[in-house]
């Protein structure tokens, strides 16, 4: 069974700050990762999908990093703001299954 | 609307009562899941299909019933209502094509009173 975890659960960070958010799992046959930000009381956004064959992918200040041989996943935001602040959550599509699993989320807060 | 959407967004019963949430896409997408959320637990695979009149359990099924009966649509119905499964659910849907991207609906708040 694909397991995902994400560490910490939570961060705060001054504005400006670049934020790291990690993501692993204990299975590399996947199709792909895909992170997720959700605000209070609200559903999930996607910010970006990374193909199992794909290093990396970027959008706008978001980078995220694609390690599959060992599991991991990273998410980089530049520069943060206080609009970033929001949980954010990773879920892998693991083969050959076509169901996500997903992690428990980062929730982060950047600090005016 | 296109996109995936949920109703009702907030709902209130009583325990024993039936009730169920709906699931509209407009994308035509082939794979439909319903996930509930809890703090301490994430988000929990509950019912998926991958068709009309294709579907399979998730992790946590029971008290539980699904139909998809039309591509669109994908009910799920809480057939007893019990104070455990007060919680945010949310469905979801993605193409055929598993390399693309899941979307999600903005949830249903449910709380068994």
């Known amino acids: 069974k694909q397991e995902v975890t994400q560490i910490p659960a939570a961060l705060s960070v001054p504005e400006g700050e670049n934020l790291v958010l990690n993501c692993s799992f204990t299975?590399?046959?996947?199709?792909?990762l895909q992170w997720f930000r959700q605000d209070p009381g609200k559903g999930l956004t996607s910010l970006l999908l990374?193909?199992?064959?794909?290093r990396e992918q970027t959008s706008g200040r978001l980078n995220a990093s694609l390690d599959k041989s060992s599991g991991r996943s990273t998410l980089y935001i530049a520069a943060s703001q206080p609009g970033d602040s929001a949980t954010y959550l990773c879920?892998?599509?693991?083969?050959?299954?076509?169901?996500?699993?997903f992690g428990a989320g980062t929730t982060v807060t950047v600090r005016a | 609307d296109a996109g995936i959407t949920q109703s009702p967004r907030y709902k209130i019963t009583e325990t024993g009562r039936q009730v169920t949430l709906m699931c509209h896409q407009t994308?035509?997408?082939?794979?439909m899941f319903w996930y509930r959320q809890d703090l301490g637990h994430g988000l929990r695979l509950i019912y998926y299909?991958?068709?009309?009149?294709?579907?399979d359990k998730g992790e946590v099924p029971d008290g539980y019933v699904v139909s998809r009966s039309k591509t669109e649509n994908f009910p799920l119905t809480l057939e007893s209502a019990t104070r455990s499964q007060t919680s945010v659910y949310f469905c979801?849907?993605?193409?055929?094509?598993?390399?693309?991207?899941?979307?999600f609906g903005q949830g249903t708040r449910l709380t068994v009173v």
């Open positions: 979801a849907s993605s193409e055929r094509d598993l390399y693309t991207e899941a979307f």
């Open positions: 299975d590399s046959a996947i199709y792909n």
């Open positions: 990374i193909q199992s064959s794909q």
């Open positions: 879920a892998v599509r693991p083969l050959p299954d076509y169901k996500l699993s």
């Open positions: 994308w035509s997408h082939s794979y």
């Open positions: 299909s991958a068709a009309a009149d294709i579907t």
